[in-house]
T-cell receptor, first 116, second 112 residues
Framework: EAQVTQNPRYLITVTGKKLTVTCSQN?????MSWYRQDPGLGLRQIYY???????DKGDVPEGYKVSRKEKRNFPLILESPSPNQTSLYFC???????????????FGPGTRLTVL | QKEVEQDPGPLSVPEGAIVSLNCTYS??????FMWYRQYSRKGPELLMY????GNKEDGRFTAQVDKSSKYISLFIRDSQPSDSATYLC????????????FGQGTRLTINP
C-alpha cells in the first residue's frame, strides 16, 4: 500500500530535550515536506526537499532541522524543543507532475507533539 | 496580512444543501490552486486542483478560480454527512515549486 508513515504519532516531551520525528514514504517520490498545523493558522511549511541531499526552508524553519540522506526518509529534528513548538506535524511526499498538472502531495497521519 | 485567507467557520448545513467554500489570496504569482480535505485525526488529502483561471468539475465537486479577483471557490452539490471534514485551500506559484501556501481551513459539518 502506497503510504507516508510518521513516528511517533504522539509525543510529550520537556523543553530542551532533543527529539526526532521520522517520516518514510514507499512511493519513490522525489519531493518531501514537513508542515505544522496550528488552530487558526492552518498548515505552514517548515522545510522541504526536492531530492536526496537537497533541502530548503519553508515559511517557519526556526528551531527545526531536516536531513535527506535517502530518498524514502525525511526526518524532522528538534534540537532544543520549546513550548511554542507544541503542534500537529505532518510529513508529505510528492512526485513532479507532468506539464500542466500539479504534483499531488500525499500526507502522513500526523504527529501530535507537546513540549512542556 | 496573510497570503491566503480562508474563513475558518465552522459551517453547518443540512444534508443535500449546496456548500460554497472560498479563499482569497494576495500573491498574483500563484498559478496552481488546490483543495484538500482533512478528516478528523487524519492527514489532508487532495480533492481538486486547478491551473490558472477557470472551472473544474469532479462529480459533486466544482472548483473555480478567478485570478482577476484573486478568489477561489469549492462548491459541493448534494452534500452528504460523509463530506463533513475540514477543507483547506492551497496554492503555489510554479509547477514543481514546493513552497505550498495553505489557507486556515474551514470546518464543515453536514447534518443528516
Amino acid at each position: 500500500e502506497a503510504q507516508v508513515t510518521q513516528n511517533p504519532r504522539y509525543l510529550i516531551t520537556v523543553t530542551g530535550k532533543k527529539l526526532t520525528v521520522t517520516c518514510s514514504q514507499n512511493m519513490n517520490h522525489e519531493y518531501m515536506s514537513w508542515y505544522r498545523q496550528d488552530p487558526g493558522l492552518g498548515l505552514r511549511q517548515i522545510y522541504y526537499s526536492m531530492n536526496v541531499e537537497v533541502t530548503d526552508k519553508g515559511d517557519v524553519p526556526e528551531g527545526y532541522k531536516v536531513s535527506r540522506k535517502e530518498k524514502r526518509n525525511f526526518p524532522l529534528i528538534l534540537e532544543s524543543p520549546s513550548p511554542n513548538q507544541t503542534s500537529l506535524y505532518f510529513c508529505a511526499s510528492s512526485q513532479p507532475g507532468l506539464a500542466g498538472r500539479t504534483d499531488t502531495q500525499y500526507f502522513g497521519p500526523g504527529t501530535r507533539l507537546t513540549v512542556l | 496580512q496573510k497570503e491566503v485567507e480562508q474563513d475558518p467557520g465552522p459551517l453547518s448545513v443540512p444534508e443535500g444543501a449546496i456548500v460554497s467554500l472560498n479563499c482569497t489570496y494576495s500573491n498574483s504569482a500563484f498559478q496552481y490552486f488546490m483543495w484538500y480535505r482533512q478528516y478528523s485525526r487524519k492527514g489532508p488529502e487532495l480533492l481538486m486542483y486547478t491551473y490558472s483561471s477557470g472551472n473544474k468539475e469532479d462529480g459533486r465537486f466544482t472548483a473555480q478560480v478567478d485570478k482577476s479577483s484573486k478568489y477561489i471557490s469549492l462548491f459541493i452539490r448534494d452534500s452528504q454527512p460523509s463530506d463533513s471534514a475540514t477543507y483547506l485551500c492551497a496554492m503555489r506559484r510554479l509547477q514543481g515549486a514546493q513552497k505550498l501556501v495553505f489557507g486556515q481551513g474551514t470546518r464543515l459539518t453536514i447534518n443528516p
